[in-house]
């Protein structure tokens, strides 16, 4: 790998890191405050909101200037998300300002990879920093439970600064002025990220020109024959995978009585498969066999359902590994196959943007769905369940999209497929 990258991914650790040590926080903030369910189950889609409305501006952005100021422009964002959160706004409308950082700061995180490296390291590159972004997930949220537990929050809320009152004053809001710093050192290593000598495409004067630049890009990649399927099918995990982490909390406390502190090492439990599905998919997958992965998708629905049956944490635990490994080994190659296809079509900024309107709308709207089931009585289990049958009909619509592109479309998908074959080469 070259200089940098590994710059790049400590960058992404810390910020991610500290992202979802925060989502706990924010939980933690509203069930102390005696917030309603629909509220803690709402977080999620608010955290996607930004990602959707600036989707047709942030890819753009990222290309006008180099990645790694985008980087620590947008963990500066994150970083206000967190002082409005701790001095009074409604977590919401925080955590959604945090999203907003989170929005800027992922075209750039992505789009630096296909400008750094060959599109030949590209699969080994996403198995990096999704397993890093992953290990960022599992400590992060157990950051976040042991921040707001009564061992160390005593501790923190212990802490005075003479003459100064910082108005912290419970576990969540300490835990939240820890995570400050941890933005600030990824911040830090923003600014030792070098140059990649990419030439920038400058934003245009009229921004709304932006808008159908983006949605060319947009129809662009969904007339693809593999961007259209490696979009749908990230779209999909990453669309379950961002409200998961909620739904196991709220299945948690469901099922195994647990409370945010002890349930959170649940949610960890899941990453660590998911950064061992990643690892070893980015060494056994290439950019020419990644749509072999796509029946992984049918089989992650289905256990979501089964997760309704269990009720023993022994049970559960092996069980969450099984579900996120089987994510990893999906993500992984058809991220890579997305960025290639999206590189050559329309430049690493602004495919990525699109990647992230597509997940994040996924992430809204299945949020949403799930806000809603909660506000009208639906239980935990009703909500998984309904959850499950999604994803597994969707994942098979998406294998059968494939399929029929591969009859009707031959000479295109084998042209397609040469020509990541032959990038894997070089």
């Not at 296909?114 to 599109?119: D, F, Q, R, S, Y």
């Not at 990419?198 to 693809?224: G, H, Q, Y």
């Not at 945010?260 to 990453?271: E, I, K, N, P, R």
Request: charged fraction near 10%; aromatic fraction near 10%.
């Amino acid at each position: 790998m070259k200089r940098g990258f590994f710059t790049i991914m400590s960058a992404q650790f810390f910020s991610s890191l500290a992202d979802n040590a925060l989502f706990v926080g924010a939980v933690q903030l509203l069930r102390t405050s005696g917030a309603p369910e629909w509220q803690q189950a709402a977080l999620v889609p608010m955290f996607a909101l930004f990602y959707v409305i600036l989707a047709p501006f942030v890819g753009a952005f990222a290309d006008a200037m180099p990645k790694g100021k985008v980087m620590l422009f947008s963990n500066g964002i994150k970083v206000l998300g967190c002082l409005m959160m701790l001095f009074g706004s409604h977590p919401l409308i925080s955590y959604a300002v945090v999203g907003l950082g989170a929005a800027a700061y992922s075209p750039a995180k992505y789009g630096i990879l296909t400008e750094l490296l060959p599109a030949s390291q590209l699969v080994k590159a996403n198995g990096w920093i999704e397993g890093l972004t992953i290990g960022s997930i599992i400590l992060g949220v157990l950051l976040g439970g042991q921040l707001i537990g009564a061992a160390v929050s005593k501790h923190l809320l212990a802490i005075d600064i003479p003459l100064i009152d910082t108005g912290v004053d419970t576990p969540a809001e300490a835990a939240i002025s820890v995570l400050i710093l941890v933005y600030a050192l990824a911040a830090w290593f923003n600014t030792r990220i070098p140059h990649t000598g990419v030439e920038m495409r400058p934003m245009p004067k009229n921004t709304i020109a932006l808008l159908p630049d983006f949605w060319r890009c947009n129809s662009r990649l969904w007339r693809d024959k593999l961007g259209q399927i490696s979009l749908a099918t990230t779209t999909l995990f990453w669309g379950v995978s961002g409200n998961l982490k909620y739904i196991v909390l709220a299945w948690s406390a469901a099922a195994l009585g647990y409370s945010t502190t002890q349930a959170s090492s649940l949610v960890g439990v899941v990453a660590i498969g998911t950064a061992v599905g990643a690892v070893v998919a980015s060494m056994r997958m290439k950019l020419d066999t990644a749509t072999k992965v796509i029946p992984l998708g049918i089989a992650m629905g289905v256990l979501v359902i089964l997760l309704n049956f269990i009720h023993n944490v022994w049970i559960a635990a092996p069980f969450l590994i099984l579900l996120g490994g089987l994510g990893g080994f999906l993500v992984v190659p058809m991220n890579a196959l997305l960025q290639h296809r999206g590189h050559n079509l329309m430049g690493a900024g602004r495919s990525i943007a699109v990647q992230n309107f597509n997940e994040q709308a996924c992430i809204l709207g299945l949020g949403a769905f799930y806000t809603l089931s909660t506000g009208m009585g639906l239980s935990a289990f009703g909500a998984i369940t309904v959850f499950g049958l999604v994803v597994a009909g969707f994942m098979w619509l998406i294998r059968r999209w494939h399929q029929r592109n591969c009859v009707n479309y031959r000479e295109e998908v084998d042209h397609l497929l040469f020509i990541a074959r032959n990038d894997n080469l070089h």
